[in-house]
Nanobody, 113 residues
Framework: QVQLVESGGGLVQAGGSLRLSCTAS????????MGWYRQAPGNQRELVAR??????NYADFVKGRFTISRDNAKNTLYLQMNSLKFEDTAVYYC????????WGQGTQVTVSS
């Protein structure tokens, strides 16, 4: 079992920045992949970024603006979000994959235009 707790969401103006954090506990040693999805109202959940074995992948719509990183000593995953746009407004979910996918509770990011 892996437990995930996100923080760092909030309200920001377009062009601003936020940093999301996701702290993991439990069977951390089993985690192969960690990442972030987001879901806007009326839309399906979509992958934002993921990290595994030091390799990072990003959705095209965040490349150059968002950076995913992982601090293994703190069991924490981060998502640095810069140059935020109105369309980045969504609930952001942290996930961890061990063969089973675990999800955090989500954190709301609202970008005002």
């Amino acid at each position: 079992q892996v437990q995930l707790v996100e923080s760092g969401g909030g309200l920001v103006q377009a062009g601003g920045s936020l940093r999301l954090s996701c702290t993991a506990s439990g069977s951390i040693f089993r985690v192969n992949v960690m990442g972030w999805y987001r879901q806007a109202p009326g839309n399906q959940r979509e992958l934002v970024a993921r990290i595994f074995s030091g390799t990072t992948n990003y959705a095209d719509f965040v490349k150059g603006r968002f950076t995913i990183s992982r601090d293994n000593a703190k069991n924490t995953l981060y998502l640095q979000m810069n140059s935020l746009k109105f369309e980045d407004t969504a609930v952001y979910y942290c996930y961890a994959y061990t063969g089973t996918t675990y999800w955090g509770q989500g954190t709301q990011v609202t970008v005002s235009s």
